[in-house]
């Protein structure tokens, strides 16, 4: 993955590395990770200013509380 000091857009690489860590993260509690991922697709909505939302299947948007959440403000 790209480190903070590199500026890059996501590969496929980093797609992989992301999805074996939530993998391994899984198998020590798959309630654990869908936490973490709900809190962190609310954090990215919410940067967003509502608008990921949108683009999400309607049940992780009730995992992650958007349905009911509102658009940040600016």
Do not use: Y
Request: a negative charge; charged letters at 30%; zero cysteines.
């Amino acid at each position: 993955m790209t480190g903070p000091d590199q500026v890059g857009e996501a590969t496929d690489d980093d797609a992989a590395e992301l999805i074996a860590q939530l993998k391994e993260l899984a198998g020590a509690d798959p309630a654990d990770v869908r936490q973490v991922v709900a809190e962190v697709l609310a954090a990215l909505d919410r940067a967003a200013g509502g608008a990921l939302r949108d683009h999400l299947p309607e049940a992780i948007r009730v995992d992650a509380g958007l349905d009911h959440a509102a658009p940040a403000r600016p």
